[in-house]
Structures are given as C-alpha cells and as structure tokens.
C-alpha cells in the first residue's frame, strides 16, 4: 500500500509539465517540509527517504496536481537560497544532486 501510494505521487509529479509560478512562493511551505523530513530521514536507504520527501511534498500542498507541478518545475530555485542547510541534508539522505532529482 505505502510503496503503491509513493508511485502514484511521483507518477504525477513526473507527469506534472513545468509551470509558470514565483518559486519564492514555494519557499515557506517547502523549507518546513525539509526541515520535517530531512531529520526523520536521516538513516534511511535512500529510495525511503526519497519516498518520505515526495509524500509529505503531496501532503503539504494538499495533493493539488497544480501545485504539484508548480513544485516539480521550481523546487531547487524555491529551496536553494531559503533553506539552504535543510536542502543539503535532504539531498545528502536521498543521494541526489538535486530535489527535483530526489522526487522523480
């Protein structure tokens, strides 16, 4: 059920084009999922801390496949300045070089 669940959100950010949207209007509700989840990661296999991220991602925007696709086009411009510390433990505990990669 989790791994199936998991799918179908990255199935819709994948599937999500790129959106015209201020990613500095992304920036807080972003930076408190990083900050959330980059601690209860810490540990994981990288594939479950990846899964974690893209579900409290769909969980914080409500799984709203607008917004999600505002997220998937803007997610590393959004978080790069803004919580710059949050985004490189997430990107350390999915072993990514970007967020957009730690969610497709």
Known sequence: ???HRW???VVGLLLAGAAAADPSALS???CGVLKGVGPKT???EPEGARAQLVLS???AFDYDASKLKEVRA???DATVKSCPKDREVM???TKTKT???AIE
């Open 42 to 44: 810490r540990g994981y």
């Open 7 to 9: 799918r179908v959100v």
């Open 1 to 3: 059920m989790f791994i």
């Open 28 to 30: 807080a509700p972003l």
């Open 91 to 93: 990107l350390g505990n």
């Open 57 to 59: 991602i769909a969980a």
């Open 74 to 76: 803007h997610i590393d």
């Open 99 to 101: 967020l957009a990669e």
